[in-house]
């Protein structure tokens, strides 16, 4: 019973934490000016500035309401599987970018803080979280 009860609150802390990321950045996006988010994009060398200004607009607002359905534990059979797909293609991103040598601003939260690895064992851990959720969900 007590084993039980700690696996309950471990998932639910783990949804929360993965939830208030996704809220957190959404609304750091929302808040910064969009031309800026949409030359940190162009900084990933990875899109067209017309696509770059597409996920400008969607990528927030993305965050915000996957964010909320998360903490408020609504759809986990399809929040969770797109909120890790989107934290893997983060992630890859900024891999192939790390690996290029780039250095650019992630435009994860803010637009100033420079890739680095510890995004990457960030979101791998985000990641961990969402999929330990889902798979006790199924």
């Not at 192939?96 to 791998?124: A, E, S």
Request: aromatic share 14%.
């Amino acid at each position: 019973m007590l084993v039980e009860s700690l696996f309950i609150i471990m998932f639910f802390l783990a949804r929360i934490i993965v939830g208030g990321v996704f809220v957190i950045a959404g609304i750091a996006k929302l808040q910064a000016p969009q031309d800026g988010f949409i030359n940190t994009l162009m900084g990933y060398q990875l899109f067209a500035r017309p696509i770059a200004a597409i996920l400008s607009y969607i990528l927030p607002w993305l965050e915000l309401f996957l964010g909320f359905l998360l903490i408020l534990d609504l759809w986990p059979q399809v929040v969770m599987p797109v909120g890790i797909v989107l934290l893997l293609s983060f992630t890859l991103i900024v891999v192939i970018n790390l690996m290029r040598g780039k250095r650019h601003p992630c435009g994860c939260f803010d637009h100033v803080t420079p890739l680095q690895w510890k995004i990457v064992y960030r979101n791998v851990m985000l990641i961990g979280f969402l999929l330990a959720v889902y798979i006790i969900n199924i």
